[in-house]
């Protein structure tokens, strides 16, 4: 079982920054991806931007060039900096996981979420 731990949401006015990070713990050998998603209001969970083990990283476009995702992987940390913030990136932010075990199986793993709010 891995547990992830978010922090660093709060309030900010648009054109503001905010560093989201997620700390994983238990068992946490062979986590690949890490990741963040959002989930704003009436709407999908969207992924926000994704890191491998090895460091590619999959931003998605509502973001490129405003939000940079980092990983620590000793410890597995997670971090998302975002900067030029709009009202639109508002949402519930999520941290998630994926770990592969020996026999080839997936699992993935969700933190508790953190919110977001940017004012215009």
């Not at 931003?59 to 620590?72: E, Q, W, Y």
């Not at 990136?89 to 026999?103: G, P």
Request: hydrophobic content about 30%; proline content about 3%.
């Amino acid at each position: 079982q891995v547990q992830l731990v978010e922090s660093g949401g709060g309030l900010v006015q648009a054109g503001g920054s905010l560093r989201l990070s997620c700390a994983a713990s238990g068992s946490t050998f062979r986590i690949n991806t890490m990741g963040w998603y959002r989930q704003a209001p009436g709407k999908q969970r969207e992924l926000v931007a994704a890191i491998s083990s090895g460091g590619s990283t999959n931003v998605a476009d509502p973001v490129k060039g405003r939000f940079t995702i980092t990983r620590d992987n000793a410890p597995n940390t997670l971090s998302l900096q975002m900067n030029t913030l709009k009202p639109e990136d508002t949402a519930v932010y999520y941290c998630h996981a994926e770990q592969l075990t020996a026999a080839g199986r997936t699992y993935e793993y969700w933190g508790q979420g953190t919110q977001v709010t940017v004012s215009s």
